[in-house]
């Protein structure tokens, strides 16, 4: 008769670990075996799964110390390779965070640049200055530094492993540069990012297996998750995980340092979890498939916290490539690596049957209820109202020139919103478009002929940085305010801004 | 294959490539064209077998003649496959193959430069001269 075991205990995974007996399998492969052999089958037969992902997680730094020179000074102000890091934590230590830009290099060499230089052996330049006490007199200091020179180096990031991401795209007329990647204008494209079924989190979403304590693969090298990480929001899906490993056992393989054009550094992280398998819930939720996990397609377009959702996808539509949108076919295609995901599972699989990782069960539990909050703002940022000009002139589009041009001379401005009879904008006229059509006289005599019909426009409850950006992005000095009718009430120059807050607001 | 044509407009504003196919009768398909005042530079894609004929029609209206190859190139120790370039190319270039590997498909770049721009990784160049 055979006994159905309904559940195993950690103890004798462990054991049948050491005596080189275990099963382990990635998460990849579980949906398959489940199916094989049913849940109880699979209880009995596989002892653990592992998962993995490998994919842009700003949320990511160091703790380096570095040890003390002689004269010893208490360094309040550190940079490696001109990347500052953060010196508020005693004499010699630094925390070093990926996204953090070089003063000299700018968006092409930061924070995660300086990880990997040190990870793949190369030499770092370190920067510090201090004001000098008794115990520390030493002011200044600069000297090479390898990996290994270094006391400890000791990898923490705050918020990894994110279980999923929304998918992002576009649907206004221009190209978009985000830490979604580049996203064509009218939705031509959507990327995602997250490794679906191999995800840690979504293999463990209640958090039975996944907690303080627990062994993880961190960028090459055997770590530990600490708890929780930040903005860790798991009732809505969206668990995040704090994680930390040795640095100078991790490989450039699964460490990258990442530009993301117009957005910033951000680092490439792999990141694997093993679950023992103890009970059936353990083998349901580790049978996840892609088809399971659900997402939202986001319109980056739309400039605000609460972006709309465009329609849900799971990362099985994801993965095939394109999806419909509004009836069309959509490419899609991902920034994190699904290759390198794989890899961080099949060599996690390895460590656990080669007892490289001492298996155990959370000893910190982590919470599976919270929702992140958004940021309480106690003072609300400048909107257009408070600093437009309230003086509007415009002109008809029938108008001739000749008037336009007086009325630019009379309004001191070099903008004229134009107007259909019903008072809608229709365009505009530069004191540009003016004097070149007085240049070459031709058949223009009305403002129509000459005006730009392509009107970018901001209204007066948008955020004053929301419509810089719009005069940044589109090389202009002028936005007409418009009401919902598209009426003309105001205008946003560069002026109006230049001269409420010190140039502040323009770069 | 593809050529990349630079002709100086100086000698007056010949349609240099409308010439060389009247002149030959190869279909020449004009997939980027880049002319201001003094120089122009186009990239034209012809069929094979054409090549040698529309590279000396053009050569013989005074334009150089450059064949592109593969002219995008991967540095295959920096990508680590993550398939940001798929969706942004307008030529379909990249794709993956059944293990996740990017793979590359030179032949139908346009250089529109865009997946240069984009690779978070700077894997991907422009190949110098062929
Ligand atoms: S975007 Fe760059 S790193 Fe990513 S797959 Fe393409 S070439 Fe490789
Ligand atoms: S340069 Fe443009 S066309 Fe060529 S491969 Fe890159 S994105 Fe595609």
Known sequence: MKISVMEKTIDLIRERIRDGNARVVTAEEMPVIVEELGEEGALREIDVVTTGTFGAMCSSGAFLNFGHADPPIRMERVWLNDVEAYGGIAAVDAYIGATQKSATREAHYGGAHVMEDFVSGKTVELRALSTGTDCYPRRTITTELLLENLNEATMVNPRNGYQRYNAATNSTDRTLSTYMGMLLPNCGNITFSGSGLLNPITNDPEFRLIGGGVPAFLCGAPGMVIGQGTQH???????????????????????????????????YVGLGIPLPVLDLETVRSTAVRDEDITVDIIDYGIPSRDRPSLRKVSYADLKSGCVELNGEEIRTSPLSSYRRAREVAFTLKAWVEEGKLDLVLPTRKIDTTIKAHPMRETAQGPRVLDIMDRRVFSIGQDEEIRSAAQKLLKGETNHLPVIDSSGKLVGIVTTYDISKAVVNPGKANRVKDIMKKRVITTTMEEPVDIAVRKLEKHNISALPVVDRELRVIGMLTAMNLGKLFGGRWLK | MKLIVTFSRKAGKKPIIAQVVRDTGVLINV????????EGEALIDIPDEACTVVKEGLSRLGASVRVLEDIISLDESRCIDCGACISI???????????????VNGERCVLCGRCIEICPQRALSQKEEV
């Open chain 2, 31 to 38: 997939e980027r064209a880049q002319i201001d005042s003094s």
């Open chain 2, 89 to 103: 190319c307008p030529q379909e270039v990249f794709s993956f193959d059944e293990n996740w590997k990017l793979v």
């Open chain 1, 233 to 267: 929001s798991p009732a809505g899906g969206f668990g995040t995980l704090m994680v930390t490993a040795d640095m100078k056992k991790m490989s450039q393989d699964f460490l990258r340092a990442a530009t993301m054009t117009g957005y910033g550094v951000t680092l």
